[in-house]
């Protein structure tokens, strides 16, 4: 049975920095495509990065880029973003989920789902 599990949100000072982990069960994340996206109040999902399971390569949505870092640790099974320089609009739910091999920042294409983890950005 496939399950992920996030973990890492909470409340920060904007300019700072968050990690979020998603724990994988029931398959090796280095066979699937990991995705990472969000969804704040009134607004759709959506996409922030992915890792693809073939080549571990990377695409982030340009609000993203050069302040997020996605990346997997096969031993552990699990992925990570890591979230600096935060801005208030960064404010959402988080949620991780899972797809075979390639990587896309289209939410429907996903299979498995967590939970989610809040983060806000707020002084």
């Known amino acids: 049975q496939v399950q992920l599990v996030e973990s890492g949100g909470g409340l920060v000072q904007p300019g700072g920095s968050l990690r979020l982990s998603c724990a994988a069960s029931?398959?090796?994340?280095?066979?699937?495509?990991i995705g990472w996206f969000r969804q704040a109040p009134g607004k759709e999902r959506e996409g922030v990065s992915c890792?693809?399971?073939?080549?571990?390569?990377?695409f982030y949505v340009d609000s993203v880029k050069g302040r997020f870092t996605i990346s997997r640790d096969n031993a552990k099974n699990t992925a990570y973003l890591q979230m600096n320089s935060l801005k208030p609009e960064d404010t959402a739910v988080y949620y991780c989920?899972?797809?075979?091999?390639?990587?896309?920042?289209?939410?429907?294409?996903?299979?498995?789902w967590g939970q989610g983890t809040q983060v806000t950005v707020s002084s």
């Open positions: 029931g398959f090796t994340v280095d066979d699937y495509a």
């Open positions: 989920a899972t797809r075979w091999r390639i990587g896309s920042l289209t939410a429907a294409t996903y299979e498995h």
């Open positions: 890792i693809s399971g073939t080549d571990g390569s990377t």
